[in-house]
């Protein structure tokens, strides 16, 4: 038999106390695709962090390529060397550049020679997407090509670079891809796959990472399972049933949930917001009511089109349809909302892309804290920096902002506290209605704990709140309510004794098949 292209043997990785993997073995043989699944927070990311050398694992673990033994830690860029490449869940590409100039950009900026022979450059950058049939313009900039075109050049280019490396050694390599579906449609979803598929037929492998366990079972012929750390389960593809690797991925055989389930019964509120027929890129027309104090749950599977709810809502992306009323008011159209009308609403947004949508790095934490608001601080034509700085240290106080300096930069603060800065930016400002995405991502326990009392406490004031989150044990933890979207419906609300960690995950796993007997429209889900 053929050596695997990829063996690994005893994986492990420790975060100071908290076992990451746990001794993980698996290997993927010559033009295998292979499906890698796991819950949020099952190892995959870290695992392919070790693979891409952005860590290093435990002593003990090996790694073996093309039945030769690979010295651990692998230092940045050796994946290369070695024959592998990654897309990951951004791509990488630089949407300023040039199609020609992404697909070239290793190989541009690693050449010995400072000259750069464009004419040549172009004819390569042609040949490797004619080899897989695309048809994009090699001068064209990437921020103007389809989402579908950039996805499948990120894996042409991907394929590129191990083909080079492959040209050398003589022998197939591996290309990773990391949720390579979620944001495509349908059709470019079969486009991927036949890329895929063409790249396999090479004697390449591809190693399939994605939460969408109906593209894994088309596309993959083995599947790897991860489960808090550890190895799951290794299942062969074609003799495997969706239940099966459910029941891989979550630890135990779950049942279907039906459509618009409810799991018990929630403390009654008043309606405070009623949203109709919200829709944007991923997200199809969906009807949600908010109660007046509640703190709502929305999550499922990346790319179900949850993400999208809090932005649409805030006026902060394009959508196609939809409006919101508030207490029984007129309702106001959705294309019309902006950040600034928002704001003069009481409305508030927290991104998840704190450094990039939400706070500003290279200003002090006073100003980041004040950004919406800072008119109010100007008296007589002028603005009182010492009123600024002495309500942005209580702030501090408040939120326990560690280290309490408003005039430190945002960037001379941890994650956590950063977060904590932009949450008391917007606490303050007491808005009636608090969108949050991802609220806790990358902060520390402790982190957690303060912000959803900080959360709790709001809400318990009467104000409404949002929470848009991949994180099951955090909506868990906080809301009153979660809805589960697949494939851009809402199909499953969660409510009392079923509204657990494991039961929001199992939800979110369950009810994915779901979404292709569902009709266009989604149900209407309210506030009990």
């Not at 290309?175 to 944001?183: A, S």
């Not at 598929?197 to 991860?226: C, K, N, Y």
């Not at 405070?272 to 944007?280: D, L, Q, S, V, Y």
Request: hydrophobic share 45%; glycine share 10%; charged share 20%.
């Amino acid at each position: 038999m053929a050596l695997p292209v990829l063996k690994l043997d005893g994986i492990a990785k420790t975060f100071g106390g908290a076992r990451a993997l746990a001794g993980v073995s698996f290997s993927v043989a010559p033009g295998e695709v292979h499906g890698l699944l796991g819950k949020n927070g099952s190892g995959k990311s870290t695992l392919v962090k070790i693979l891409a050398g952005f860590h290093a694992p435990d002593p003990g673990g090996r790694l073996d390529f093309n039945g030769e033994a690979v010295d651990l830690p692998l230092k940045p860029g050796d994946f290369r060397r070695l024959g592998m490449s990654f897309v990951h869940q951004n791509l990488g590409l630089v949407p300023s550049l040039t199609v020609l100039e992404n697909l070239r950009f290793a190989h541009l900026t690693t050449a010995k020679s400072g000259f750069i022979d464009w004419r040549r450059e172009r004819a390569t950058a042609r040949e490797a997407l004619d080899r897989f049939g695309l048809a994009i313009d090699t001068e064209e900039r990437i921020d103007r090509l389809s989402p579908v075109e950039r996805a499948l050049l990120a894996i042409v280019r991907a394929f590129e670079e191990i083909r080079v490396a492959c040209a050398a050694t003589g022998r197939p390599g591996l290309v990773l891809l990391d949720e390579p579906t979620p944001f495509l449609p349908r059709e470019g979803v079969e486009k991927l796959f036949g890329l895929v598929r063409s790249i396999a037929a090479t004697g390449s492998s591809v190693i399939f990472i994605s939460h969408d366990i109906d593209e894994v079972m088309t596309i993959t012929d083995r599947i790897t399972v991860l489960r808090d750390g550890q190895l799951a389960g290794s299942l062969v593809t074609r003799g495997a049933t969706h239940e099966q690797v459910v029941e891989a991925i979550v630890g135990r055989r779950i049942a279907r949930l039906g459509v618009a389930s409810h799991a018990g019964p929630a403390v009654a509120r008043p309606a405070f917001a009623r949203i109709t027929a919200a829709a944007g890129a991923t997200l199809e027309p969906s009807d949600i009511t908010i109660g007046k104090g509640e703190i709502l749950g929305v999550t499922g599977l990346i790319g179900s089109g949850y993400e999208e709810l809090p932005y649409l809502v805030f006026g902060a992306r394009p959508c196609r349809s939809g409006s919101i009323a508030f207490d029984g008011g007129e309702p106001i159209a959705l294309s019309a909302m902006t950040p600034k009308r928002a704001i003069d609403l009481d409305l508030a947004l927290l991104p998840g892309d704190r450094q990039g949508a939400s706070g500003v790095d290279s200003l002090p934490i006073v100003d980041n804290m004040f950004l919406p608001d800072v008119a109010r601080f100007f008296r007589g034509g002028r603005l009182s920096r010492g009123a600024m700085l002495r309500e942005a240290f209580d702030l501090g106080v408040r939120y326990e902002v560690r280290p309490n300096d408003p005039s430190l930069k945002l960037s001379a603060l941890s994650g956590g506290n950063a977060q904590k800065v932009l949450i008391a930016r917007w606490m303050n400002r007491n808005p009636r209605l608090l969108l949050l995405d991802e609220p806790t991502q990358g902060v520390d326990v402790g982190t957690r704990v303060q912000i959803f009392a900080a959360l709790k406490a709001a809400a318990a004031s009467g104000m409404s709140v949002v929470c848009a989150s991949s994180d099951a044990e955090q909506l868990a933890e906080i809301c009153d309510r979660v809805l589960i979207f697949a494939r851009g419906r809402i199909l499953t609300e969660i409510t009392g004794a079923d509204l657990t960690k494991d039961g929001i995950a199992e939800a979110c796993y369950a009810s994915i098949d779901l979404a292709g007997h569902v009709g266009a429209a989604s149900p209407s889900v309210h506030a009990s």
